[in-house]
């Protein structure tokens, strides 16, 4: 396996930390190294969320501008606040309905769907999963899924990532 730097930019609401504790806990169901580190200042629900989660052998926990090999954006609008982290050969997995420099899915529509806004970000990960650039597979992720998930929302959960996964799949999304 390769090293992976992946960057996670959202709002406080949107599920950041938690899309960074699933892919940290699918590398150690890999026995990979991992490192993550996240910044949110002060920001409260609704304020800009990052996270960086480093898997390989890397000392340190935070991805310098154009080194990023993958780019999660749950919040469009912080396109132009974090895109200087990817790498020129890099990708972008935003949450939109608009077209742009990025693979997209509007997740928060399909979120809604499902009954429950705060899924979007597993929807997204289901379709990153897809196009297999990621480090993981989806069912390592549906492990680390269900390790950290509370039992009542674990089927939202794995549905919010199949979904993703499959609509990507059904629709050649990617």
Do not use: W
């Not at 310098?64 to 790498?87: P, T």
């Not at 597979?137 to 929302?153: E, G, H, L, N």
């Not at 089927?155 to 499959?166: C, M, Q, R, S, V």
């Amino acid at each position: 396996m390769e090293k992976q730097q992946i960057v996670i930019s959202g709002l406080g609401g949107q599920g950041v930390l938690f899309l960074t504790r699933i892919l940290s806990e699918s590398a150690l169901l890999m026995d990979l190294d991992v490192i993550t580190s996240e910044t949110h200042g002060m920001a409260q629900r609704g304020g800009t969320v990052i996270s960086n989660v480093k898997i390989g052998g890397f000392k340190s926990s935070l991805i310098r501008a154009r080194k990023a090999d993958i780019l999660f954006l749950l919040a469009r609008e912080n396109l132009d606040i974090h895109s200087f982290y990817l790498k020129e050969d890099g990708i972008i997995y935003a949450n939109t309905n608009k077209p742009g420099p990025y693979k997209y899915i509007d997740g928060n529509s399909i979120a809604k769907r499902l009954g429950s806004l705060v899924v979007a970000n597993l929807i997204i990960l289901g379709y990153a999963l897809k196009d297999g650039k990621l480090f993981c597979s989806i069912d390592i992720v549906k492990d680390a899924i269900k390790r950290i998930t509370p039992s009542s929302k674990l089927d939202l959960n794995i549905n919010a990532l199949k979904y993703g996964y499959e609509i990507s799949k059904k629709n050649n999304l990617l």
